[in-house]
Structure formats: C-alpha cells, structure tokens
C-alpha cells in the first residue's frame, strides 16, 4: 500500500511570513496525544487530511502515567500505558501523520481558517481543528502523591484497581465519581475506605445508596489526608479527623492503595471564548457527533466526556472527530 507523503512535501504547508509570526496553513489540526488524538490522526490521514498533530505537555497523555492496559480491547496478555501509546503513534505516522512537539497556548476560532498558536510563537490556519487535550486528574497537592505515583498511588480505579486484589484502599472524594471508584473497589479489594473532608457526601442519592449498602465498604467523614506512608510503596495513610476543631485527632489507616476522586479538570481554558462549554469546562459536543458550535471544530476524548473516560471510548470518539472533519471538508468543497 502506497503511503502518504510526509507533510514537508506537501504545497499548503510551506511557511510563509507574515508580521513576523510564522504561520502555516493546514487541512486538519489535531491537538492532543492520547487515544483520542491519535485515533483522529489514523482516521484522518487515510482519509488523505495530511493531519498535523501537536502532542501538548504530555506525549502520550494520560495513559502515559498507568502501569499496565488490561481492559484496551486486542491485548490479551496487557500492554503498558506507554506502550500502547508509542504503538499508537508509530500507526499514525504510518499513514503520514506529521507529529510534532509543541502545546497549544492560544485559539481563535471567530474567521475561517481558524488559528491556533503553537508554543505562543508559531501560528497555524486550519481548516478543521480535532481538539483532543483531554482532561487532567486533580490531586491533593502532597508530596506524596509524586513520592508514590504509581506504587500506590493512582487517579483511576478501573485502570489500576485489579493490582489492589483482596487489599485495603482508599479513595479520597465525595462526588460520584468517589462512589464509583468506590464500588468498583469494593468488588477486588478486602475493603475500601471513602476518605470525605465533609460531614456529607455530595454525590447522587442512588450512589451513595449503594457504597453505604456495601459491606466492605467504609466512609471516613470530615477526614482529610495530611500524608502517605511506605517503604517505596503506600502501605498506609495519615488522616486528621475534624480538622480544626476542639476533637481534632491524627488517625493512621493502613492501606496498600490510595485512589484520588476528587474531580478532573478539562483543558478547554483557550478555546473558552469560542466553544460552548459545561458549567466545569467540558466542551459541548452537537448529539451524537464530534461537532462543536463552531463549524470546522471538533472534540473527542476526555475534553467532551466526563462520563466514561476510557481510553477506548476516547479512541472510538477520535474516530467520529476525524469522520466527522473529513464530511465537513468534502461538503464544503462543492
Ligand atoms: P465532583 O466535583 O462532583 O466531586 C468532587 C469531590 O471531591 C467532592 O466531594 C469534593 O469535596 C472532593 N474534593 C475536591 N477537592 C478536594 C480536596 N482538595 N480534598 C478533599 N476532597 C476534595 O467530581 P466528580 O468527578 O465526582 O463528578 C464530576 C461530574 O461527573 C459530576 O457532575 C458527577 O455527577 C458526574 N459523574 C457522574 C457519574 C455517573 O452518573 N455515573 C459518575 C462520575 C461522575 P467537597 O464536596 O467537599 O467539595
């Protein structure tokens, strides 16, 4: 099977200089790395778009950060976050995708081409934009969270849940994401502890129905982390319970696993003034596509999906991305 050329070659993609900014003229930007952008990018180049991909601060995105890929249809035995996300990329560049290094710093989507800065220095026009930066864990700010990133120490449970069977964990968190974690735990570990800095619980009624009704399940409230500790893996928590009050006591739980449910945060802050976002900065998708209000812009992955957040239904959204750009493109061109 014949390739496509590399984009060096190709006519609209020679800079040209304008006031100084280098800007250069593309079919269809992809901005992020994870599985959603690198899905885009496969899709998008068979379908012959020259795609140009910037890969942002984390090549490879969130994966990237996860041991072992148990549940990514089509690898029987596992395969390593970054693994995965090498092979990714190597099937992108297969087909011509111009991967690059750089991070997305500023967009304006308000005239055709739309323009995206790069690095604040260089410009792109693009005719269709696939944004794909994917969401970012929030975690408590210790620094044992770094200390133990991953040797205990994980934002996500389906991910890692299954290398805490039969153990004692904890997930710090109230919302419905906290209960989610949770159950899902509570199905693997000997018992899963609900670490809430509140007196309540501000997840859905059902949801905490459920962990309340779990057995192995325990809730810690007005409970806050103040530590971890282990000998080069978590083997247990500091906690201060009611923390500055009169009763305010330091409790140690031991536990082999401590779980961060406290939110995600989508990095949707430069298109802002654009695209049409949720009330937490999820972007807006259009039902059952990958278009956003702005024509010629899509999102796929973790940035419109607060829901799922799996690397295999962002690949499966970053193909919608890429079809849906590639029908944007040819009904344009009449
Ligand atoms: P939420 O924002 O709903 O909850 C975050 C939780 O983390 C809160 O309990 C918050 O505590 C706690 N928290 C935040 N910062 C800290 C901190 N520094 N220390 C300790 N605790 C902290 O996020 P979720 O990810 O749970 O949910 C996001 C959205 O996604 C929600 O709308 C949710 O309903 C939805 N969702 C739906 C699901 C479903 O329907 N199955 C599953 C998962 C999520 P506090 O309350 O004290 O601020």
Known sequence: MELFKPMDNLEENKDTQKTGEKIEKVKCLILGSGPAGYTAAIYAARANLRPVMYEGLQPGGQLTTTTEVENFPGY???????????????????????????????????????????????????????????????????????????????????????????????????????????????????????????????ASKIMLERVTNKGNIEILYEHNTKDLFGDGVVEGAVLIKKKGTPEEEEVRIKIDGFFLAIGHVPNSEIFKDYLERDETGYVKTLPDTAKTNVPGVFACGDIQDSRYRQAVTAAGSGCRAALDAERYLSEKVV
Request: charged residues 20%.
């Open 76 to 202: 029987p035995s596992g395969i390593t976050g970054p693994e995965m996300m090498q092979d990714l990329k190597k099937q992108a560049e297969r087909f011509g995708t111009d991967v690059r290094f750089g991070l997305a710093t500023a967009a304006n989507f308000s005239t055709l081409p739309h323009k995206v800065t790069i690095d604040n220095k260089t410009v792109i026009e693009a005719d269709t934009v696939i944004i794909a930066t994917g969401a970012t864990a929030r975690y408590l700010g210790l620094d044992a969270e770094q200390k133990y990133a991953g040797s205990g120490v994980s934002a996500c449970a389906t991910c890692d849940g299954f290398f805490y069977k039969g153990k004692d964990v904890a997930v710090v968190g109230g919302g419905d994401s906290a209960c989610e974690e949770a159950l899902y735990l509570s199905n693997l570990c000997n018992k899963v502890y609900i670490i809430i800095r509140k007196t309540f619980m501000r």
